[in-house]
């Protein structure tokens, strides 16, 4: 499978606790984004890079969300402290900026993070 | 920033019927629409896009339209199969950026057998 993955798929946690996803963008894509999702309602774009930079925030990324991509490869995003309002699906998605379908986001399955 | 609205919120429609989902955007310079299906517990999978340079798109049972004047497009099934079902969501982007997609609320369409 070349798509996107995302580990883990499920977290649940307790509040206060930190936690850290992982996304594996499919290969060759130099760009890579996150989005949150919550029930009911369409993906909300958190933050994105393009190889190793971070070139976008949200305002909806406070400053307990930390996100990294080091070698440009797969990402991590990280909650410290986390809030039982961050319970959500966190998707990542990724892009390439070459090709005929540079517009094209390709995601992944998502993790769903519960916080008790 | 970009608004995207989408509607409606459900739709239920019996095998065979078409279904009709409508997105408007607010933001002049998107140019870039594309739309995904999401099924339970996964993540959108890319349905169909369209470029602001084309009016209308058709991919088998599936086509978009955009009228760019009234900032709206919308997507069409034909044919509708139970395995349709799944929530449905519009999405607006400017492709000089490449940076973000603002997505409409969804749509959960149900084909009823």
């Known amino acids: 499978d070349t798509g996107v993955s995302q580990d883990p798929r499920h977290k649940i946690t307790k509040r206060g606790q930190n936690v850290t996803f992982r996304c594996d963008p499919i290969?060759?894509?130099?760009?890579l984004y996150w989005y949150r999702q919550t029930l009911g309602q369409g993906p909300e774009f958190l933050t994105y890079f393009q190889n190793e930079a971070q070139l976008e925030k949200s305002r909806l990324l406070s400053d307990r969300f930390s996100a990294e991509r080091p070698k440009g490869s797969f990402s991590t995003l990280e909650i410290q402290r986390t809030e039982q309002g961050d319970s959500a699906m966190y998707l990542c998605?990724?892009?390439?900026?070459?090709?005929?379908?540079?517009?094209?986001?390709?995601f992944g399955p998502g993790t769903r993070l519960l916080v008790l | 920033g970009e608004n995207v609205e989408q509607h409606p919120s459900t739709l239920s429609v019996q095998e065979g019927d078409s279904a009709v989902i409508k997105c408007t955007y607010s933001?002049?310079?998107?140019?870039?629409f594309p739309w995904y299906k999401q099924e339970l517990g996964k993540g959108p999978q890319l349905i169909i896009d369209?470029?602001?340079?084309?009016g209308e798109k058709k991919d088998q049972r599936i086509a978009v339209t955009l009228n760019k004047t009234a900032k709206h497009f919308s997507l069409h099934i034909t044919e509708t199969q139970p395995e349709d079902s799944a929530v449905y969501f519009c999405?607006?982007?400017?492709?000089?950026?490449?940076?973000?997609?603002?997505f409409g609320s969804g749509t959960k369409l149900n084909v009823k057998p």
């Open positions: 998605a990724s892009s390439s900026t070459s090709g005929g379908s540079r517009e094209t986001q390709y």
């Open positions: 933001d002049s310079a998107s140019n870039y």
């Open positions: 999405a607006a982007s400017i492709r000089n950026n490449f940076n973000k997609f603002y």
């Open positions: 290969s060759e894509h130099n760009r």
């Open positions: 369209i470029r602001s340079n084309v």
